[in-house]
Nanobody, 123 residues
Framework: QVQLVESGGGVVQAGGSLRLSCTAS????????MGWFRQAPGKEREVVAA????????FYAGAVKGRFRIFKDNTKNTVYLQMDSLKPEDTAVYYC????????????????WGQGTQVTVSS
């Protein structure tokens, strides 16, 4: 079993930055594909960014491309989502997810999920 715990959410002004962290316990994330998703009030959960186990393959939703970056630090068993130039429409609960299969995965069929962290961007 893998337990994922997100942190780093908060309130930030438009144009600001946040770095979300997702730290795993129970297993190493070294060979896991990872993803970040978000769910805004009244909307369905959507993928924000995803990466293959080694980071060679990545995916970014159109709305965040060029502003967000997903990366993993295997020494800390943590995956990050660097979010720059934040916009009010980025306000949502952000979830990280881990997949035992190593390839890039964009859909929601991940094996493990965190509990979510709130990001609020004020205008």
């Amino acid at each position: 079993q893998v337990q994922l715990v997100e942190s780093g959410g908060g309130v930030v002004q438009a144009g600001g930055s946040l770095r979300l962290s997702c730290t795993a316990s129970g297993r190493t994330l070294r060979t896991y594909a990872m993803g970040w998703f978000r769910q805004a009030p009244g909307k369905e959960r959507e993928v924000v960014a995803a990466m293959s186990w080694n980071g060679i393959s990545t995916f970014y939703a159109g709305a965040v491309k060029g502003r967000f970056r997903i990366f993993k630090d295997n020494t800390k068993n943590t995956v990050y989502l660097q979010m720059d130039s934040l916009k009010p429409e980025d306000t949502a609960v952000y979830y990280c997810a881990a997949e035992t299969s190593p390839g890039l995965r964009v859909g929601e069929t991940y094996d493990y999920w965190g509990q979510g962290t709130q990001v609020t961007v004020s205008s």
